[in-house]
């Protein structure tokens, strides 16, 4: 992808309660992949799940799910039953070019309410 | 399997200043990279490697150089620091450097600051 857009500067969610994290993508690439990453307040970055952009369906990792609307060149994460441990920052990510080097949005920042 | 190692965790220096972060990961990884986090701006490419003896840079390499000597390690140099160099650093390796379905292996991060 050439740039990744989120929208999102910062959302809130009550525990328990799913929420959608938006991501956009801007690509000519027949071929790619869209990443998702959670980085806590200890600042480590975490891989939470991937899309490539010919799987027939949409990823999913537990709590975590991608709806990946390639005509809408969107690839949302949805985050169901929100924990306490999901406040976070939380980026989206896809390869830039021929290699992987990934190209990351601004990143949005989820805080769940008890 | 230690994965993505990076020392310092934290550092402070003096504008003009040098100092190298040191990068090193031990899953035999072709790909190599870094990045710096500022707020607001993500995470964006400083220079990449994928291999032994090749680098590129990415999207703001001005006033850091690397190299790659070895498959393992990914040095990134300041060679005169800059108060605009403050930021986190991350370094990050993946195994195949052409695959789109490759994840990034991130280090611990370096949490510089230039005063």
């Known amino acids: 992808a050439q740039k990744i857009t989120q929208t999102q500067p910062g959302m809130f969610v009550q525990e328990k309660e799913a929420v959608t994290l938006d991501c956009t993508y801007d690509?000519?690439?027949?071929?790619?992949?869209l990443f998702w990453y959670k980085q806590p307040s200890s600042g480590e970055m975490i891989f939470l799940i991937y899309?490539?952009?010919?799987?027939?369906q949409n990823a999913t990792e537990g709590r975590y799910s991608l709806n990946f609307q390639k005509a809408r060149k969107s690839a949302n994460l949805v985050i169901s039953a929100s924990q306490l441990g999901d406040s976070a920052m939380y980026f989206c990510?896809?390869?830039?070019?021929?290699?992987?080097?990934?190209?990351f949005g601004t990143g949005t920042l989820l805080a769940v309410q008890p | 399997n230690a994965g993505v190692t990076q020392t310092p965790k934290f550092q402070v220096l003096k504008t003009g200043q040098s100092m190298t972060l040191q990068c090193a990961q031990d899953?035999?990884?072709?790909?190599m990279s870094w990045y710096r986090q500022d707020p607001g701006m993500g995470l964006r490419l400083i220079h990449y490697?994928?291999?032994?003896?090749?680098?590129d840079q990415g999207e703001v390499p001005n006033g850091y150089n690397v190299s790659r000597s070895t498959t393992e390690d990914f040095p990134l140099r300041l060679l005169s620091a800059a108060p605009s160099q403050t930021s986190v650093y991350f370094c990050?390796?993946?195994?195949?450097?052409?695959?789109?379905?490759?994840?990034?292996?991130f280090g611990s991060g370096t949490q510089l600051s230039v005063l």
């Open positions: 990050a390796s993946s195994r195949d450097p052409g695959a789109v379905s490759e994840k990034l292996f």
């Open positions: 690509t000519s690439d027949q071929s790619y992949g």
């Open positions: 899309q490539g952009s010919y799987d027939e």
């Open positions: 990510a896809s390869p830039g070019g021929a290699t992987n080097k990934l190209i």
């Open positions: 899953m035999n990884h072709e790909y």
């Open positions: 490697s994928v291999g032994a003896g090749i680098t």
